[in-house]
Each structure stands twice: as C-alpha cells, then as structure tokens.
C-alpha cells in the first residue's frame, strides 16, 4: 500500500503520491506532508559508492513508493544528463574554510533546475498513476529563478501548459530575459505590477477557488503548481545534501559520521526544509543555517517565534529571497507542533487575517535548537563579493554572499568549529550588474554588457545557456494587474494551444 500523504491543515484530506504530485496544493490551502516521517531512514553508509542520481533515486523512491522501478528510472535519469555542464550535477568547491556547495550547473543557471528538472517527469508518471485524462496547467509565481527552470522543464510536454507570473520589477535583467524569451508552444509568462508575495498568494487563492476548479473540470482541465508547495518539486532537493556529504566524506574533509552545517540562503523556505529533512532521515547535520537579505522576516521569527508580515517589502539585489510569505514554513511548523492539523489551520488563519502569528514555547524551542539565523543588507553583500574574490578568487552571486556573510556572523557568535557548506544558489552570471559592480566598481553599462566584461576580467567563461541572451526574440509581452491574474489565466486557456 502506497504512503498517504495529508494536509497541514487537515489530516482527513489525504493523497496517494501520485496524487500529491498531481495536485500540488490541497484543496483546504494546506501542504501535502507524510504525517510520519520516523520511518524515511537513509544512513550514509548506503550511499558510499553512489553517484548523483543513484540517490536521487533511492530518496524519491522511498517518498513515492507507488512508483515503479520504470518510472524512477525515467525520471532521475531523463532529469539528470547532459542538460548539465558537469556529471557531478552538484560539484563542491573549497573556498577558504567553508566548502561551496554549486547548484547552478542547470540549463537556467540557479538551484532550482535540480528540482525542476525532474518535476515534469515526476508529474506525468504520476498522472498516469492516478489514470487522469485531463489536461494539466501549471501555474507558478517566481522571483526569478524558478519561473524559467519551471518553464524549460515543462515546455512541449504534451498534456501540459504552464503558465508563469513574474514581478515586472522584481527581478533580474538576466532573469527577464531568460523568461520572456522561453520558446515552448506550451509556454506563457506574464508580468505583474506588483511583487512575488501579490503573484504567489494570487497564485495560491486560484489553486484554492472551488468555482474555478469546477469551471475546469467541465473542461478536462486541472491545475497544479511547480512551486516548492508542490511537494514533488521539493523531495529531490533532498538529494544534493546527501550528495555533498559523500563528496566531503570521499574527499576526506570529514569521516563519515561527522557533523556538518549548512548555511542556506532562504526566501521561501523549500531549500532550507530539504535539509531538514535531509537531518530527520539520518543526515549527520549539526545546525541550518538560515541566511536572510533586508526583507529578514525569517531571521527575525527563528530568533523571535513571532511572524510578522507586516512590514516593508525591500527590493534588493538578491531578488530571489525578496519575499515575505515563506510557504514552506508551514511544513516545518507542522512537523515542530508534532503534527497538530488544527493548531497550523489556526496559525495560517492569523497570518491571513492578522498578517502575523506567534508560535507557542515549545515550537520556539525547537526552532532555535535546529535553526540559526541572520542577515546581510546591500552594502554587506557588495563587500562579501568583494573580499572572497580578492581573497580567493573565487567569484560568487548575490544570494550566496548573503549565505556567506550569514556563516561569519554564525561563527563570530556560536565560536562553533564544525565543517561549514554553503548553498551557491546562483551562477554569478544570473546577476552580472550586482557582481561586477561588487568587484570592479559601478557601471552604466547594461547587465548583459556586464556579463561580458565579468567574463574577461575574471576569467570565468559566461555559461552557453545564457550567453547571447540579448540577441533572442521577446516571445511573452503579457502584463497584468494581481488581481487580473485569474482573468489572464482563463483568456489564456480559451486560446487554446498551438499545434
């Protein structure tokens, strides 16, 4: 019998895995999660002579046990290729005294291609798991990374359309373009003139809409999210912390059962949770590190118990962590309430009506027992660059600058010794302007020149993903309002798809 997973809010409603993938967010807004986890073991010592995708498989297979050895098979190893610029998938690169761990090797050089790329398999297996004929549209809000992982992943997938909405001046140059030239006759991408908090929580109540859904089916239409709600997208980030940990064991920076750190640059919570689970299935991980830019509500709630939204929303140059509403939280706090449906129903239902919440002692606790946190503002950011280029010419992005300057912040206060890995979130190409502008000083030049002189002066080669980006066509022109985005989305379906 296949694992039954549930909702946070809600442990009536529950789901097959298949069924999870399939539908991405519960239909009560809750997340889907395995209501007991004691029994997801994985020892290190069974993954000594794996590579990448031999615990990709293992971790995924153990999660979604009503997959077939078939499916897996498919999955993992038609994600897991050439699509990457090196084997190792997730390499680990010593900078100083901390070890790097690179996630931006994908085909849209951020983190998020190691879930997204596995996702659309995952989903159309499981979609043939649950005998569903019906269309599926992805809908995803990003603040920058995942909407074109998600939109490479998922293009010409037949059976499937995705729709992505952006914040027009929440992200990137680089990230942009990236999107608005995604190629794909399944493909749409829209800007909003709002930031990732009004798309993700339009985007989250459209999922929710019992009218809509009920629209759709009459139409063999249903949504599903690429979002780390989605708990198919958020199991095989699980992967690279394992994976790194046998290359420091392998490397013999650690003997296999010593502790380690990782420090994480965190916006919505799904990458720092996959550690978690990473630690709750065996991983020998001392602290998670939180690392939080300008808009620091999870710095302020790990240190505090209390979530806060009710504050200024910063735009910053790492755009990617610019959010305020950190959906994966919730899974977290479920697990730390010991599973208590009604007790997260009631704290979501604050954060709704109050734009706050407070957690009780006892989860306080646990938060500050498993978790540290701080954060990095602009000029911090600029001189963490700065300095580990000039100190190790290493050349690093915005998000992992955060990350770094969280981890100093760590060790001055906790004198703690234990091995350190950083989470590389992005390539440095993904934020030329912010990076050159960090070590060689400001310029009016645009990122895309940028990209090139960051390129000659330090060596580094631009990725083939994204070099010649400013010479692609515009595809996607679409733009609207927050509250338009359902309105968008139906004008969007009534035109059909491409053949």
């Not at 000594?48 to 999660?63: H, R, S, V």
């Not at 995952?122 to 809000?141: G, Q, R, W, Y």
């Not at 808009?295 to 118990?305: E, K, S, W």
Request: proline share 3%; charged share 25%; hydrophobic share 35%.
């Amino acid at each position: 019998m296949a694992r039954s997973f549930e909702s946070t809010r809600n442990n009536h409603i529950n789901a097959t895995p298949s069924e999870a993938i399939v539908m991405g967010l519960s239909q009560d807004g809750g997340l889907f999660v395995l209501r007991d986890l004691s029994d997801i073991k994985l020892e290190t010592e069974e993954l000594k002579d794996d590579n990448f995708n031999q615990i990709a498989k293992k971790i995924i297979g153990t999660f979604f046990d009503d997959f077939t050895e078939e499916q897996l098979n498919e999955s993992v190893y038609g994600a897991y290729d050439e699509k990457f610029d090196t084997e190792e998938i997730v390499p680990v690169v010593k900078v100083g005294d901390t070890f790097i761990m690179e996630l931006f090797h994908g085909k849209t050089i951020a983190f998020k291609d190691i879930a997204l790329s596995i996702l659309p398999y995952l989903m159309k297996n499981a979609e043939k798991n649950c005998d569903s004929k019906e269309e599926i549209v992805i809908l995803t809000a990003t603040s920058g990374d995942t909407g074109k992982a998600a939109l490479e992943g998922f293009k010409d997938i037949q059976g499937i359309r995705i729709i992505v909405f952006y914040p027009e001046n929440g992200v990137s140059q680089v990230q942009k373009l990236q999107m608005v030239t995604q190629e794909g006759r399944n493909t749409h991408v829209v800007a909003i003139d709002g930031n990732f908090d009004d798309a993700q929580s339009a985007v989250k109540g459209i999922l929710n809409d019992e009218k809509i859904r009920l629209e759709l089916k009459s139409r063999n239409i249903k949504f599903s999210s690429a979002n780390s709600i989605n708990i198919g997208r958020l199991i095989p980030q699980i992967t690279y912390y394992y994976s790194t940990y046998e290359k420091l064991v392998k490397n013999k920076a650690i003997n296999r059962g010593d502790q380690v750190n990782f420090v994480v640059p965190t916006g919505n919570f799904g990458n720092i949770l996959a550690g978690y689970f990473a630690k709750r299935m065996g991983l020998p991980v001392n602290k998670l590190i939180c690392a939080a830019n300008e808009n620091n509500i999870l710095r302020d709630f790990i240190n505090t118990g209390i979530y806060d939204i009710n504050r200024p929303f910063i735009k910053t140059m790492s755009p990617s962590m610019d959010i305020l509403i950190s959906s994966n939280l919730e899974r977290l706090l479920y697990y730390l309430s010991g599973c208590d449906n009604n007790y997260i129903a009631g704290l979501m239902k604050d954060l709704s009506t109050n734009k706050k919440y407070e957690v009780n002692d006892t989860i306080k606790k646990k938060l500050q027992e498993e978790f540290w946190s701080s954060y990095c503002n602009e000029e911090e950011t600029l001189e963490t660059i700065k300095k580990i280029y000039q100190h190790y010419g290493y050349v690093m992005d915005t998000h992992t600058a955060v990350a770094y300057k969280t981890y100093e912040d760590y060790i001055h206060a906790m004198q703690d010794q234990t091995k350190t890995v950083i989470l590389s979130t992005a390539s440095p190409f993904k934020f030329p302007g912010s990076v050159y502008k960090a070590i060689f000083g400001a310029s009016d030049q645009s990122e895309l020149t940028l990209m090139l002189s960051l390129s000659e002066r330090t060596g580094l080669m631009i990725p083939k993903v994204v070099d010649g980006l400013g010479k692609k066509e515009v595809l996607h022109t679409r733009s609207c309002a927050p509250e338009k985005m359902t309105n968008e989305i139906m004008l969007i379906l009534s035109e059909g798809q491409d053949d």
